[in-house]
């Protein structure tokens, strides 16, 4: 963790400089592309869309949720970050994007490979090799993040019996879910198969947040039929309700957008339950398919050495 506070340390750095810059900037009257800024087409459904590619890129908000058994007293540090995290991301980012379009055009930023780069190189002169080492350090900060999130939901998959289960291992020495990271670095490696990032984050985001809704949906049922239901962290129903709608608009608004690109996001999900059926419920019936299994995950144990939470548990207690 030490070494993502100094990945966030970097991107925050990065952001204050091209924020400070702006200010300065718009103090001394260069607007820039600030003016008519909104001008132009657009259309509901293609909103729809560009909503896509800004919540992929401004993505890992919602990644505090899923390692949250692995924070100190979550039912109070859990929402504080979440606020406070929520609220400090959209400041930034709101003014640093205000910032950038004092000097930088919307044709240039949609060419350029690196916004922040182009930027620092129209205004601070000979100190904008700062923010190319700044950029670096917050694209392997949120990768970091995305490998610690992601791997720790194939391990809780697994342990819920939706993956094999040697994807819910742990190394007996680092305590690290090994496993998951190898399927996680496998899973983005095939992602490269893609020419077009775009279309790769249409595909993707239709599942994501379609599943995010059902999610929000759930909860709102548990709600109405369980009232009583202890509930550790519990926020106004204004909060999932106004949540559950803008996740319908991201979910129904570009299949009408983008019909073929989100059809095959949908083709992806469905072809989960099959693979589910197979690989999950007919698998565990097979004994023949069972023993294979068995095989396997012991031999990628001791390739890798892990074993499960609970057995590195009593590791630990006869070692101490």
């Known amino acids: 963790m030490k070494v993502q506070g100094i990945f966030t340390f970097a991107k925050l750095a990065a952001l204050v400089i091209i924020i400070v810059t702006g200010i300065v900037l718009i103090g001394q009257g260069q607007v820039g592309y600030l003016q008519n800024s909104f001008a132009g087409e657009y259309s509901v459904s293609g909103i729809s869309l560009s909503f896509y590619a800004g919540l992929f890129a401004y993505g890992g908000w919602n990644y505090l949720n899923y390692v949250s058994e692995e924070l ?34 919307p044709q240039e930023m949609l060419s350029s490979p690196a916004v922040a780069v182009t930027f620092a190189q129209r205004t601070i002169g000979v100190v904008a090799w700062i923010m190319p080492v700044f950029v670096s350090l917050s694209t392997f900060g949120g990768l970091n993040g995305i490998m610690f999130t992601i791997a720790r939901l194939f391990f809780i998959g697994a342990l819920e019996g939706h993956l094999p289960m040697i994807f819910g291992m742990i190394n007996a020495e680092k305590l690290t879910p090994t496993p998951p990271l190898l399927l996680s670095c496998a899973v983005a490696l095939l992602m490269f198969c893609t020419s077009d990032i775009f279309v790769l984050i249409n595909y993707l985001s239709f599942n994501q947040w379609l599943w995010v809704g059902v999610s929000i949906l759930g909860m709102l049922w548990l709600r109405y039929k369980r009232p ?66 068995r095989y396997l995950t012991v031999a ?10 609970e057995q590195e548990e009593r590791l630990l207690e006869a070692e101490c």
């Not at 570009?254 to 083709?267: D, I």
């Not at 001791?302 to 939470?309: D, I, T």
């Open 300 to 309: 990628m144990q001791k390739y890798l050495q892990v074993v499960l939470p």
């Open 228 to 293: 009583r239901m202890h509930r550790p962290i519990k926020v106004p129903l204004v909060f999932p309700l106004v949540f559950l709608v803008m996740c319908a608009f991201l979910t129904f608004m570009p299949l009408y957008a983008s019909p073929v690109e989100t059809g095959m996001g949908l083709v992806i999900l469905i072809s989960g339950i099959p693979a589910y059926y197979i690989f999950v419920c007919w698998s565990a019936k097979n004994k023949a398919v069972g023993r294979v299994s």
């Open 72 to 105: 100190k007293d979550p039912n109070k540090n859990l929402p504080r970050a979440i606020y406070i995290g929520i609220t400090l991301v959209t400041l930034f980012y709101v003014l640093a994007n205000v910032a950038y379009f004092t000097v930088v055009s």
